[in-house]
């Protein structure tokens, strides 16, 4: 089936933990999905410093290997209501694929974290939405379809922007069951498109071939 990415940055783990949710979830369409971060700007001193969470479970992305993928999801926390700089310098390296249109019809999704309930969830979605547009990418969101965004029994991340968790002031914290099952249903979302966007050639084969049996 479909190739998809799932594209993060992590600080503190609460993305990486949205990262593989998102990866479960297209998995399990039968898309074949890989999970990379891009690299660390902070210094490892400071880092360490600053609680940043130093397990790597994934390599590096690269950007010459993006367009290899049919869907790229892309997950990064919130800095001031926007990306954080280590995805945005990441992204402003791939004005080689916006000038040649190596990403235009791909499919472009986006999830984010936030210390707070109204720190800038979707500024931030959207702010990664603009660049999924300007490489010409299909973009999508979490629909409604996905009632546990809408619940008010608890706090909740999630919106029709994209998937999302709230980490509190001090990161502590950590993705809920409805948090991280939104995330699953993106990542089965996305797939679903990116599936029927751009099927397995084998598939298609078989589709014509039953179509031509049953005629």
């Known amino acids: ?44 001193e400071v880092a360490r410093a600053s609680g940043y969470v130093m397990e790597q ?44 249109g190596a990403l235009n019809g791909k499919v472009g999704s986006a999830f984010t974290s936030t210390a707070s309930q109204h720190g800038g969830q979707e500024t931030t ?30 706090i909740t991340g999630g919106s029709p922007y994209g998937a999302s968790t709230i980490a509190g002031g001090d990161g502590s914290r950590q993705p809920t069951s409805n948090e991280l099952e939104g995330a ?3 990542g089965r979302h996305v797939a679903d498109i990116a599936n029927r966007l751009f099927p397995d050639p084998r598939t298609m084969v078989e589709e014509e071939q039953g179509f031509l049996l049953s005629d």
Not at 22 to 33: E, F, N
């Open 125 to 154: 979605l959207m702010a990664i939405h603009t660049n999924l547009l300007h490489f010409g990418m299909v973009t999508v969101g979490l629909p409604y379809s996905f009632a546990g965004q809408m619940t008010l029994t608890e």
């Open 184 to 186: 699953r249903f993106q």
């Open 1 to 44: 089936m479909s190739r998809i990415l799932v594209l993060y940055h992590s600080t503190y783990g609460h993305i990486l933990q949205m990262a593989e949710a998102v990866a479960d979830g297209a998995a399990s369409t039968g898309a074949r999905v890989d999970i990379r971060r891009v690299p660390e700007l902070v210094p490892e």
């Open 57 to 100: 479970r994934h390599g590096f992305a690269t950007v010459d290997e993006l367009p290899l993928y049919d869907a790229i999801i892309i997950g990064v926390g919130t800095r001031y209501g926007r990306m954080a700089s280590q995805m945005a310098n990441f992204l402003d390296q791939t004005g080689g694929l916006w000038a040649r």
